[in-house]
């Protein structure tokens, strides 16, 4: 009886007994970019005596983040040059034991610009030429020295291979004299498609008509992505002469 006695009352005794609480062997580590809007992830760590449970706090400069009790985190701008700290709580049946990671350091996002992936192909603008039209006025226009009979207006036309804003701008080239209220230069704009175009012009800019003499007109292409064409250029005069009537 006696050793049965003693063989119960060692098997009460082992069976009653606790377990240490849990060790830790080492500590959690951070991992992840620690940079606004990036996650963070806290291991956790190794531990002796068989922890049966983790829990997780995350702190800024050692005070508690709250709400922040996954092992996961968001970095926010609030954590900007902060340290930023997780600690580990391991349990068992015997107890519960806390360690604490090393602090990382969050900076900012730096933002870049996005690469251009947009249209970076040139609009292309040929055919630009001066043709007739209805003349206001008592002049003759000849087109790269050819004449033009008095009684006809030139108007541009030019071709696309996109839409896009054609600005026609003239320079006065050789002019032998200007009245007054005449001009001698100038620029319009117009929107063209893709394809043929044409555009009146009078022979005027503002209230002013151009003076006689020897004119350039050069056309650019600007497509909506700013992409601008190779020029265009054409020469054409004007000669006043009276009218017969």
Not at 128 to 154: C, L
Not at 199 to 226: E, H, I, N, P, S
Request: with cysteine.
């Amino acid at each position: 009886m006696a050793v049965g006695s003693m063989v119960i009352a060692a098997t009460a005794l082992a069976g009653g007994a606790s377990p240490p609480p849990p060790v830790n062997a080492t500590a959690p580590i951070i991992t992840g970019t620690a940079q606004v809007g990036q996650s963070l992830t806290c291991s956790d760590g190794t531990w002796t005596n068989n922890p049966t449970s983790f829990a997780y706090q995350w702190k800024r400069g050692g005070l508690t983040i709250l709400g922040a009790t996954a092992s996961g985190y968001l970095v926010t701008t609030d954590d900007i040059g902060a340290q930023i700290t997780c600690t580990v709580t391991a349990t068992n049946g015997g107890g519960a034991s806390a360690a604490t990671s090393t602090a990382v350091v969050p900076i900012a996002l730096t933002e870049t610009p996005p690469p251009a992936t947009g249209d970076t192909t040139a609009p292309t603008l040929t055919s630009f030429k001066i043709n007739r039209h209805k003349f206001p006025f008592p002049e003759i226009w000849t087109i790269n020295g050819k004449p033009i009979k008095h009684g006809a207006i030139p108007k541009y036309s030019f071709a696309l291979n996109e839409a896009a804003t054609v600005k026609i701008s003239l320079t006065a080239i050789r002019v032998p004299r200007k009245d007054f209220g005449e001009a001698v230069g100038g620029a319009t704009n117009a929107q063209g498609v893709v394809g043929p175009n044409t555009v009146r012009f009078r022979g005027k800019f503002g209230q002013k008509y151009l003076a006689r003499g020897k004119y350039q007109a050069t056309a650019v292409a600007t497509d909506d992505a700013g992409n601008i064409s190779a020029p265009v250029t054409l020469t054409f005069s004007i000669v006043r002469q009276k009218i017969r009537r």
